[in-house]
């Protein structure tokens, strides 16, 4: 089965600066990979994903990119804001039909200062 | 619409007694996960339902933990005779199933204390 390795499990930036998150997965036929915000007290929520057929996706100050060959992905936060403070969690799976292969990471928890 | 729903939000029972936890899915999504989040830890898969297909129980830490989905709907998940251990917040996921991806959509989480 799939097996996900997510690092750092803590990182601390200064507000402004930006932060990276990265993730690797082992079964080379994983083809989809969402990221999840979980902040403290609440339900993860996803707030971005990639397929396996683009290299780099963003969406304002969040971006992911991902390297099929090297079977790994990174979440990008940019311009980073103390409301960016939470856990967050990659994933990987395949997408399809009665699929159940998706695996999570252990969590990053981003800590940002004011 | 409504999102994933799950019921208690908190739980407090005594070592040794049954509990029952409740999830309602996203009406018309197929697919239903539940997941163990310890405390400070990441998502630990329980039992994942498709449809009308045999349910996946390979993440059941023990034969204590079962669950049901009556009706391709709501599910609960009972853990018998609870320990210490069982401890944590019980998350319930579903996503649409079919081909539609697998983005999945978490209920808010039961928080259960064993005394």
């Known amino acids: 089965g799939e097996n996900v390795e997510q690092h750092p499990s803590t990182l601390s930036v200064q507000e402004g600066d930006s932060a990276v998150i990265k993730c690797t997965y082992s079964?080379?036929?994983?083809?989809?990979f969402p990221w999840y915000k979980q902040e403290l007290g609440k339900r993860p929520q996803l707030i971005i994903d990639i397929r396996s057929n683009v290299g780099e996706k963003k969406d304002q100050r969040i971006a992911v990119t991902l390297n099929k060959t090297a079977k790994h992905f990174s979440l990008h936060i940019t311009e980073t804001q103390p409301e960016d403070s939470a856990v967050y969690f990659c994933?990987?799976?395949?997408?399809?039909?009665?699929?159940?292969?998706?695996?999570f990471g252990a969590g990053t928890r981003l800590t940002v200062k004011p | 619409g409504a999102g994933v729903s799950q019921s208690p939000s908190n739980k407090v029972t005594e070592k040794g007694k049954d509990v029952e936890l409740r999830c309602d899915p996203i009406s018309g999504h197929t697919a239903l996960y539940w997941y163990r989040q310890s405390l400070g830890q990441g998502l630990e898969f329980l039992i994942y339902f498709q449809g009308n297909s045999a349910p996946d129980k390979s993440g059941l830490p023990s034969d204590r933990f079962s669950a049901e989905r009556t009706g391709g709907s709501v599910s609960t998940l009972t853990i018998q005779r609870t320990q210490q251990e069982d401890s944590a917040v019980y998350l319930c996921?579903?996503?649409?199933?079919?081909?539609?991806?697998?983005?999945?959509?978490f209920g808010p989480g039961t928080r259960l204390l064993v005394l």
């Open positions: 079964d080379s036929a994983s083809n989809y």
């Open positions: 994933a990987a799976s395949i997408d399809m039909y009665n699929n159940n292969d998706m695996r």
């Open positions: 996921a579903s996503s649409p199933g079919g081909h539609k991806g697998e983005t999945q959509y």
